[in-house]
Every structure is written in C-alpha cells, then in structure tokens.
C-alpha cells in the first residue's frame, strides 16, 4: 500500500498533542496491514465528505482519507485529521 500526506494533513497532525500524534501513527500502520480491521472503524463518509473515509485514531479523533487506486486500496491519500465534531 502505497500512502500520500497532503499538506492538511500534515499541517493538522503537527497540531495534535504528542499522545494523539503516537495513536495516528499506530493506527495508520495497522491500516497498511489490515485498512478493514475492527477496531479501525474503516467507514464511508457522507454529505460534502461523500467522496471520503475515514478511520478512528481514538474514540474523538478520526483520519480521513480517500482511495484512489478503484478500491484495492493500493494508493491511499491521508487528507487530514479531525475530531469526530468537525467533520460533522
């Protein structure tokens, strides 16, 4: 799996406190192994983010993301990370 930061979501993760920061970088590397493993939460978004996913860093926070290889999940974009209130 090949995976791509935009600048969002670099910008966003260097905001995070440095716990949530060890989270996200736990959990993306379980994503590489398995993107539909439980405890993930792998699930599509909907309204203006229809065209995204995301996956759960911890019980607030989220990562959201887009496929971009047709759903092999061989090219994967990380956009940006929010607490579940900002997304919605």
Do not use: G
Not at 12 to 20: A, E, G, M, R
Not at 39 to 52: A, G, I, T, V
Not at 75 to 83: A, D, K
Request: no cysteine.
């Amino acid at each position: 799996m090949d995976i791509k930061y935009t600048k969002n979501y670099k910008k966003s993760f260097s905001k995070l406190d440095s716990n949530i920061k060890s989270k996200a970088i736990i959990r993306i590397e379980l994503f590489k192994k398995d993107p539909f493993l439980k405890e993930l939460n792998n699930h599509s978004l909907s309204w203006k983010l229809k065209d995204f996913r995301s996956i759960n860093i911890t019980w607030d926070f989220r990562a959201i993301f887009r496929e971009l290889s047709n759903w092999t999940y061989e090219f994967v974009e990380f956009i940006s990370i929010w607490t579940h209130s900002q997304i919605y």
